[in-house]
C-alpha cells in the first residue's frame, strides 16, 4: 500500500550569499587567470582533449613551475572558459574555496545541507527535561544527547522528512561571484577585531587584515528542491514498532515552516544583540540581522514559507541550535576543548601543552604551568563571525547563507518524494524567479509528480541500464581519493575501481599519472555518470 505524502516544490530564495564548499579550491595559474570581467575559470576538459595528440604540452601538466597563462600563449591555445566570477572584495584573489557542483559543473543546493538545517531548527522541538545533569557524568549526558533524536540513521527522528537536491543552475548566467569574507573577532569580551588570514592576528580595523575569497551564490539566486513528509514514518504504529523517536507538534509542512521560523528569529535576534555590543564595528552587521529578524516576523504565518540559516558561514549556533544552558556550555568547552583557552594567571591565549592533563604559559613575563581545572575559558563563545562585504558600500556586514523558502504548489502528490526536476534546470537570472507565472503545472507534468493515478498499472517491465559510449574520452586518475575520472565534452564520471582499466593502459595511468584518451562507456546515475568499461 502506498501511503500519502505531503510534498511540495520549494523556490529557495538567497538573501544573502551562499558558499557550500565541495573541500576544493581554484587556485590562479592552475584553474582561473585574471581578466578585466574577473576571474576566468577554465575548462579542463576541453584542455586535454585539444591537447590529446601534443605530447609535449600534455607532459608540462601538473610539474611545479605550470602556470595556466603562460601555457596557453606558449602553445597559442585559446582553451573554454566554463564561466567568469566577477569579484567582489579587495583585490584579486590567488585562491579561492570552490562551490560545490553537480556531474555537469553545475552549483546546485544539497538536499542534506537543506535538511541538516532543517534538523538543527526541528531539534529545538524535542523534550530535553530528562537529560541527564551534565557536571555530573558528562559521558551519561552525551548518550543521552545522542539517544534524544534516535541511536542510528534508520532510527532518526526526521526518517519521515525527505528532501531532494536541487538541479544545478548554470554558472555563467551571473550566478557565481568570488566574495571578499571577512572575519569579525573578538580581541576581548568587550572589545571586537578583525582575523588576518595572513599572519594570523587580529587587527583593529577591517582594511588592515586579510579575509577569505570563497566561490559563492549571489544573494538574489534561486534554487529548486522538493520536501516530503512521508506519513508512514510518521504515524504511531511505525514509530512505537521501530522505536522512532517523535518530531512533537511537526505534523504538516506549515508545521515544519512554523518551528523553522521560530528558531531562525532566535538565531536572528541573538546575533542582532552581540554585533550590537561592539559599537561602530558590529553596527553594520546589527542593522542586517535586525533586517532578516524583521522579514521572519513579517510572513505570513500560513503561507508555508520559511527563513533558516545554512551552510558554511552559519558557525556553532547553525550547527547546534544553541540550545544549551551557559553552564551546560562550559562544561561542554571543557570537555572538548572548544574556544580560546586562558592562562589563570597572566589572561594570555594560546597556552601551549605540557604533559598529560598540563598546560604551560606562552608568555615570557609569565611562564607558568596550571592543570584542566584551573584553565580560564574565552568569555564569549563562539567569538568568531564570518560577514561578506556589503555590495552597497563594500563594508563587512553581511551573515552568509540567509535563505526564504517559498512553496510553489499546493495539494498532495504520491510516488517518489526525492525526484529530479529536470525540467526546472533551467539558466536562471539571479533577479528572476525560479518559475514563470502558470509554469508550475508544466514541470509537474513534464517530471511525472502529478496527482496520484487510480487504478491498477500492471507489473513493471524490468529495465536494462542505460549505457552511453563516450569516445575519445580523458582519463585521469587522482591518488588522493583513489579516484579514476574519465572527462567527456564537459561531462564528468567517476569509479573506485582499478579492475576495469585495461593492463595496456595502467602503468601510464597509474604510475606516471598520466592523463590518456579512451572510448568509455558509461551509465547515467541520478545527476551525474558512473563509468562501465574502458576498452582498450
Known amino acids: 500500500m502506498t501511503m500519502p505524502r505531503d510534498t511540495k516544490t520549494f523556490e529557495v530564495h538567497l538573501l544573502t550569499p551562499l558558499h557550500i564548499g565541495d573541500g576544493e579550491e581554484l587556485r590562479e595559474g592552475l584553474d582561473f587567470v585574471r581578466s578585466t570581467a574577473g576571474l576566468r575559470v577554465i ?26 597563462e603562460r601555457f596557453m600563449k606558449a602553445y597559442k591555445l585559446d582553451p573554454t572558459v566554463a564561466y567568469t566570477l566577477p569579484v567582489r572584495g579587495g583585490g584579486s584573489p590567488a ?19 537543506l535538511k541538516g538545517a532543517i534538523r538543527t531548527a526541528l531539534w529545538m522541538t524535542l523534550d530535553r527535561s530528562a537529560l541527564p545533569e551534565i557536571r555530573r557524568n558528562f559521558k551519561n549526558f552525551q548518550e543521552a544527547v545522542n539517544a534524544l533524536d534516535g541511536k542510528d540513521p534508520h532510527h532518526d527522528f526526521l526518517r519521515f522528512l525527505q528532501v531532494s537536491d536541487s538541479p544545478g543552475l548554470e554558472p555563467e548566467k551571473g550566478m557565481l561571484e568570488a566574495l571578499d569574507v571577512r572575519f569579525f573577532n573578538l580581541l576581548s569580551p568587550d572589545q571586537a577585531g578583525w582575523k588576518d588570514f595572513g ?7 577591517w582594511n588592515e587584515a586579510r579575509g577569505v575569497f570563497v566561490e559563492a551564490a549571489r544573494a538574489g539566486a534561486c534554487f529548486v528542491a522538493r520536501i516530503g513528509m512521508d506519513s508512514f514514518f510518521q504515524s504511531q504504529t511505525t514509530r512505537l514498532a521501530g522505536a522512532l523517536p517523535d518530531c512533537p507538534g511537526i505534523r504538516t509542512l506549515q508545521d515544519l515552516a512554523d518551528a523553522v521560523n521560530r528558531h531562525s528569529l532566535s538565531i536572528a535576534q541573538g546575533e542582532q544583540s552581540f554585533f550590537s555590543r561592539y559599537g561602530a564595528a558590529g553596527a553594520g552587521a546589527a542593522k542586517t540581522c535586525a533586517e532578516i529578524a524583521a522579514a521572519i516576523r513579517n510572513l505570513d504565518s500560513s503561507s508555508g514559507e520559511c527563513i533558516l540559516r545554512l551552510a558554511w558561514g552559519s558557525g556553532w549556533k547553525g550547527m547546534t541550535g544553541d540550545w544549551m544552558s551557559a553552564g551546560d556550555l562550559e562544561a561542554v568547552r571543557r570537555e572538548k576543548n572548544l574556544g580560546k583557552i586562558l592562562c589563570p594567571f597572566c589572561s594570555r591565549e594560546k597556552p601551549r601543552r605540557d604533559g598529560p592533563g598540563r598546560y604551560k604559559c606562552t ?32 563594508t563587512p556586514c553581511v551573515p552568509l547563507g540567509w535563505v526564504l523558502l517559498r512553496p510553489v504548489e499546493d495539494g498532495r502528490f504520491a510516488g517518489e518524494a526525492l525526484v529530479r526536476l529536470e525540467k526546472a534546470a533551467v539558466p536562471l537570472h539571479p533577479n528572476e524567479p525560479a518559475f514563470s507565472e502558470g509554469a508550475v503545472d508544466q514541470v509537474l507534468t513534464a517530471s511525472g509528480l502529478g496527482p496520484e493515478k487510480t487504478g491498477d498499472p500492471g507489473p513493471e517491465e524490468p529495465v536494462e541500464p542505460e549505457k552511453i559510449l563516450w ?15 574519465a572527462n567527456h565534452e564537459g561531462q564528468k564520471a567517476y569509479t573506485k575501481s582499478r579492475d576495469i582499466v585495461p593492463e595496456s593502459l595502467q602503468k601510464k595511468l597509474f604510475q606516471r599519472r598520466k592523463p590518456l584518451t579512451a572510448d568509455v562507456w558509461v551509465q547515467p546515475i541520478g545527476n551525474g555518470f558512473n563509468i562501465l568499461e574502458i576498452l582498450p
Not at 585562491?95 to 545541507?113: C, N, Q, S, V
Not at 599572519?199 to 580595523?205: H, L, Q, R, V
Not at 615570557?364 to 555590495?391: I, Y
Open 471 to 485: 569516445p575519445a574520452a580523458v582519463l585521469v586518475w587522482t591518488p588522493n581519493n583513489q579516484t579514476l575520472t
Open 199 to 205: 599572519d594570523k592576528k587580529t587587527k583593529n580595523s
Open 363 to 394: 608568555n615570557k613575563n609569565c611562564g607558568k604551568t596550571f592543570g584542566e581545572a584551573e584553565r580560564r575559558l574565552f568569555a564569549v563563545f563562539p567569538k568568531t563571525r564570518r560577514l561578506a562585504l556589503s555590495p552597497s558600500d563594500g
Open 95 to 113: 585562491e579561492l574555496r570552490r562551490f560545490i557542483k553537480d556531474a555537469y559543473g553545475r552549483p546546485y543546493l544539497p538536499g542534506t545541507t
Open 43 to 68: 575548462s579542463l576538459e576541453d584542455l586535454l582533449i585539444s591537447l590529446r595528440s601534443n605530447n609535449a604540452a600534455l607532459g608540462e601538466l601538473g610539474h611545479g613551475s605550470f602556470h595556466l
